[in-house]
């Protein structure tokens, strides 16, 4: 079965860019996968960000970006603030058993 | 706006069953997917499963599959999660979330995807003797 993997930490400036990356056991991920990322602050539900690798909802920051990147999903987030500071996660979309897999978190620090 | 409010904590000793429930409101109940998602403390999320509450059709992650029911009652607009009898490893953070759901059908793609778009703000369920 499949393991999503994500950085396990990153650090950002305030103001700076940085890409949080989401890779697949089973090879490349694609927009077959229809990558899903979501932002969660400490005590809070996550929050959906991106759907479908790079569409944003309404209540999306324009600074978060998806994409897909070396044969990885990414979440962009250009010009980081301090709300920002958070965990991200990723869910990736499959055949088979087990349809559905969260990778295991980034914890992003601005700092 | 689309609102999913969920029930209040729970603290219950092993054995003990258990429901615990996520009322949808601002959209239309029926026509969408609605799961949960699990959060272990100081841990990542895991998918659970699914419900369609038009017709009661279920999904499950095999890691749950038997372990837990998920149900709905259209009427009132509330998804459950049920256990029949807890272990101390339940003890988590429990998220309901209103889930997109598709199927690709290309010369690549042969499969359903999901996701969610709007969350419940989460129940957590402590279990201990």
């Known amino acids: 079965q499949a393991v999503v993997t994500q950085e396990p930490s990153l650090t950002v400036s305030p103001g700076g860019t940085v890409t949080l990356t989401c890779g697949s056991s089973?090879?490349?991920?694609?927009?077959?996968?229809?990558p899903y990322w979501f932002q969660q602050k400490p005590g809070q539900a996550p929050r959906t960000l991106i759907y479908?690798?790079?569409n944003k909802h309404s209540w999306t920051p324009v600074r978060f970006s998806g994409s897909l990147l070396g044969g990885k999903a990414a979440l962009t987030l250009s010009g980081a603030q301090p709300e920002d500071e958070a965990e991200y996660y990723c869910?990736?979309?499959?055949?088979?058993?087990?349809?559905?897999?969260f990778g295991g978190g980034t914890k992003l620090t601005v700092l | 706006e689309v609102q999913l409010v969920q029930s209040g904590a729970e603290v219950k000793k092993p054995g003990e069953s258990l429901k615990i429930s996520c009322k949808g409101s601002g959209y239309s109940f029926t026509s969408h997917w609605i799961g949960w998602v699990r959060q272990m403390p100081g841990k990542g999320l895991e998918w659970m499963g699914i419900i369609y509450p038009g017709d009661s059709e279920t999904r499950y992650s095999p890691s749950f599959q038997g372990q837990v029911t998920i149900s709905a009652d259209k009427s009132i607009s509330t998804a459950y999660l049920q256990w029949s009898s807890l272990k101390a490893s339940d003890t988590a953070m429990y998220y309901c979330?209103?889930?997109?759901?598709?199927?690709?059908?290309?010369?690549?793609?042969?499969?359903?995807?999901?996701?969610?778009?709007?969350w419940g703000q989460g129940t957590t369920v402590t279990v201990s003797s």
């Open positions: 979330a209103r889930h997109l759901l598709g199927y690709c059908s290309t010369a690549t793609c042969n499969h359903y995807y999901y996701g969610m778009d709007v």
């Open positions: 089973t090879g490349a991920v694609t927009s077959d996968h229809y």
């Open positions: 479908d690798t790079s």
């Open positions: 869910l990736l979309s499959y055949s088979g058993a087990r349809p559905v897999v």
